[in-house]
């Protein structure tokens, strides 16, 4: 158990587990592998749990165990084993083109740069998914380059289409559904990120990653023809560590 995790309850029926508030990839690694851990290996004692940048929050029913006895149960657990389990790194494709992206150009005005390297620079990295939240299958992925970190919109959105890649201060992300938000759109994902149907609902996974490939505009409507139909799975390679 790594010495730095501090745990402390949130009202009778939720422990808390909080590490440093740094968010990094040692400490997304360690986070994943104790929820993972915790919602295999003690199912039975909990309701459920959330993961978050640096912290996860475990509802249990007070009826069943207490927060003392969860603790040490969790802190019997073999987590080292546990952080070889298999992580891959998706690569999800983007149109970034007309109509898609409707906010392209003018973040590109305001950074005093082009459409084009806005789009270079979004596909060259890979973003880990720290955890899932704001609406079901909403990722919350980590290490967007500084050079496109780009404050939310003062005014809100009433409707942003499904699929909508955005940024939104040092964030980016996929709208998993059409709703309101307030980050700027640069391109839409044809791959449906949350399907109620599935077990799990959302295909990718918590310390996961997940790679753009800019796509033209019509591979991105066969690639959504193939979707509808079923037929298409992104590309995956394992994540070394």
Known sequence: MNPKIVFRTLGPETLLMEWPEVISSETLVSVTAHFRAISNELAEQIITCYPAYCSIAILFDTNQISAAALQENILE????EEQKSKRL????????????????LRMAEAKKTTPEKIVLLHTQNS??????????????LGGLPTALHYPRKQTPVRKIPQGSVAIGGNQTGIYPASSPGGWHVIGNCPVSMFDPSQNPPCFIQTGDAVKFTAVEA??????????AQGQYRPQTTTIDG
């Open 77 to 80: 657990l073999d987590i080292k």
């Open 89 to 104: 790194c998706w690569e999800l494709p983007v149109c970034y083109d007309d109509p898609y992206g409707v906010d392209l």
């Open 127 to 140: 973003y880990p998914v720290y955890f899932f939240g704001f609406l079901p299958g909403f990722m919350y």
């Open 218 to 227: 019509d591979e991105y409507l066969q690639i959504k023809e193939l979707v």
